[in-house]
């Protein structure tokens, strides 16, 4: 891979795919390499421009006949958290969270292969070793962050049961959530939406106008879940626009 900063990124497009969120769709997507001292000021326009990033590679969707899937991020300076996400707070108040340096684990690497054999059996990510794991994690030439949510065990220096992670970038506006796992065991935790709280929550605290949730994809029920959290902007034609949502129902 070449690792030389250029001024001017180098982007390709990938070849048809199924969609993995709308069966009938076929998905393509525009991508570039995020490598050099520039990364981090890449990242940071990449993501302002609807890009997401994986490993050292920024990318956004560029299907042909399909614009369901629209960029969101949150107002964290406007949040206000509804009962129903303050119901899914008081049932983690028990949680300790602590940031780390990203550096994968094998305790990480764990949680991460049982969630993914409960929720995505047969996603791109199914057949991941501990190794791909610790590339997804490491291989980054930007900011980013692993926070670990654990069960307190309510004694001084010992650490409890882990049950999510989230795997974040710092960028100049927010937190980008690149990716984030949990037990599935823990169902009534509502872990994704907590995690997505706390963030907002952090990005509050560091003055950072947003949270970056990556894409909602209109027509696939696995994404409404990011409705909940208002206020949010889309990424449209003419920029990033307020956008008037209803929260799914549970």
């Not at 050099?36 to 609807?50: I, K, V, Y």
């Not at 899914?88 to 991460?112: G, H, K, M, W």
């Not at 947003?210 to 909602?216: E, I, P, Q, S």
């Amino acid at each position: 891979m070449n690792t030389q900063a250029t001024l001017s990124p180098q982007f390709y497009l990938t070849a048809p795919a199924q969609c993995p969120y709308l069966e009938a769709e076929r998905e393509r997507k525009v991508f570039t390499h995020l490598v050099g001292p520039r990364a981090s000021e890449m990242n940071d326009l990449l993501t302002q421009g609807g890009f997401r990033r994986s490993q050292n590679i920024a990318y956004r969707p560029a299907c042909e006949n399909c614009r369901a899937c629209v960029s969101v991020r949150i107002v964290a300076g406007e949040f206000e958290t509804p009962r129903s996400l303050r119901k899914i707070c008081s049932r983690n108040s028990d949680l300790v969270t602590t940031e780390r340096p990203a550096i994968a684990t094998a305790e990480q690497y764990d949680l991460f292969r049982t969630y993914l054999d409960s929720r995505h059996q047969r996603g791109g990510m199914a057949d991941m070793t501990i190794d791909d794991y610790a590339v997804m994690v490491e291989e980054t030439h930007v900011e980013t962050r692993l926070f670990e949510y654990r069960v307190s065990t309510g004694r001084f220096g010992e650490e409890g049961e882990l049950v999510a992670v989230a795997l974040s970038d710092i960028l100049v506006d927010g937190l980008s959530m690149v990716y984030s796992f949990f037990n599935p065991a823990y169902v009534k935790r509502s872990l994704g939406s907590y995690m997505i709280v706390d963030h907002v929550s952090r990005a509050k605290r560091l003055s950072l106008p947003y949270v970056y949730l990556g894409y909602w994809v209109k027509g696939s029920r696995k994404m409404d879940y990011k409705k909940r959290f208002r206020p949010q902007e889309h990424l449209t034609g003419k920029g990033w626009e307020r956008a008037d949502v209803e929260e799914p129902v549970e």
